[in-house]
């Protein structure tokens, strides 16, 4: 038998939906290389901890990115595993009953190979045994040791998540890695022609707070101070429906920014009925997904960034708190997908190139972009995001040590 004795625990942004980890109890968590910016959330205390060198392994939930973003802007590593792949008995989250994008429990790490340890020796304990969450699913040794030992992967490229182009350190980073694998003798071919992305932005949002934001929101206590960009969404979740619908027409033909419309107009409490049916259309989402890896695509794993630009600065997600479609998607389908760091930002490689205007940007490239300074950002850590088909932990884990030998 493996055990362990706790000794922290570790700061969240209240609400755990930031990348942001501050609350009125603790205050806020800073980013071990930069005070000013984040080191991620919700499970941003664990990945500084991590990143300081105060702990080897941890654990986070992950909803819409909350430990691989932790893991990008920190610098350390992480794993999203699909639901039923690590127990959750005995966890809190702040929307209880929210199944239209579970929330997962997921592994930390300091270093790659304290990742790999602690997610096979969690599964080799058989926590279906004691938790009704788990799939009765043992530790593939077989996939593992496969993917390990084949000579030549097929890794997908995703540049971009359709909606926010990957800012420059990002956009370095992919490429450093790729050109890594190619130089190692793997095959990397750029992704095209899969299911629309700013659908999946779209659709995860809709489900994540089909409550009208009214579960988390019933936890407060009078004047207690909210995640920023949490509060912005309950914000446009009230809005009265006529008020919403004259803001959408706004959006869309004024500002000529058709995703920003469309993005808060869906953005609205749902009845039982209207919940069905999306997760109807979540259903019938996957399955393009799952079509089209197969048929078209055919890749071992798709490479990508984890996330738009590198940490926000504190305060940041008030504006940034939509542009989280680098790792949205991936809990949407339900899809392993891991972290590794791959370099720094770079005050004279990273800057934006002469004649960039945020004004072409949507309104949700403009919330991550507003933040964009490569200068301020200098030394800030930028990993790479390693995505995996359904209940693949062990190939992701693989493929992050085999990107991590190219590196």
């Not at 004047?223 to 949490?230: H, I, L």
Request: overall charge neutral.
């Amino acid at each position: 038998m493996s055990g362990a004795v706790p000794y922290v625990k570790t700061n969240i942004p209240i609400t755990l939906l930031s990348f942001e980890s501050t609350n009125d109890v603790w205050g806020r968590t800073t980013n071990p290389h930069n005070a000013k910016y984040s080191p991620g959330g919700s499970t941003g205390g664990e990945s500084a901890l991590l990143a300081y060198g105060g702990g080897r392994i941890g654990i986070g939930s992950d909803v819409a990115g909350s430990v691989r973003v932790p893991a990008h802007f920190s610098g350390i590593y992480s794993l999203r595993c699909s639901t039923g792949r690590w127990p959750k008995m005995g966890m809190n989250t702040s929307m209880p009953g929210q199944e239209g994008v579970p929330s997962v429990f997921s592994p930390m790490a300091r270093t790659l190979p304290d990742l790999v340890y602690f997610t096979k020796s969690m599964i080799g304990l058989k926590p279906w045994e004691y938790d009704h969450s788990v799939h009765p699913i043992l530790w593939l040794t077989d996939i593992y040791n496969g993917t390990k030992d084949q000579k030549v992967l097929r890794i997908g490229v995703m540049e971009s998540d359709g909606i926010v182009p990957p800012s420059p350190a990002c956009s370095r980073a992919l490429s450093t890695a790729t050109t890594a694998l190619s130089s190692a003798g793997h095959i990397l071919i750029p992704l095209s022609n899969h299911p629309s992305l700013s659908r999946a932005l779209i659709l995860a949002s809709s489900l994540l707070n089909a409550d009208g934001c009214r579960t988390f929101r019933s936890f407060f206590r009078t004047g207690e101070w909210s995640d920023p960009g949490a509060a912005q969404l309950a914000f446009y979740a009230s809005l009265p429906r006529p008020i919403k619908y004259l803001h959408y027409l706004y959006i869309k033909y004024v500002k000529q920014d058709t995703l920003w419309a469309d993005l808060l107009y869906e953005f609205r409490e749902r009845s039982a009925f209207e919940q069905w049916q999306l997760v109807a259309k979540r259903e019938a989402y996957r399955a393009e997904w799952h079509r089209w890896w197969k048929e078209e695509a055919d890749v071992d794993v798709i490479l990508c960034p984890p996330n738009a630009t590198p940490a926000v600065p504190h305060g940041g997600m008030r504006e940034a708190v939509s542009s989280c479609g680098y790792t949205f998607l991936w809990n949407l389908l339900d899809y392993s997908a891991g972290v590794v760091p791959v370099t720094h930002v770079d005050a004279k490689l990273d800057g934006l190139p002469p004649g960039f205007d945020i004004r072409g940007l949507n309104a949700v490239g403009k919330g991550a972009y507003r933040h964009y300074d490569a200068g301020e950002m200098h030394g800030l850590p930028v990993g790479v995001q390693v995505v995996g088909r359904r209940l693949q932990e062990e190939k992701v884990l693989a493929v992050m040590e085999r990107v991590e030998e190219c590196l």
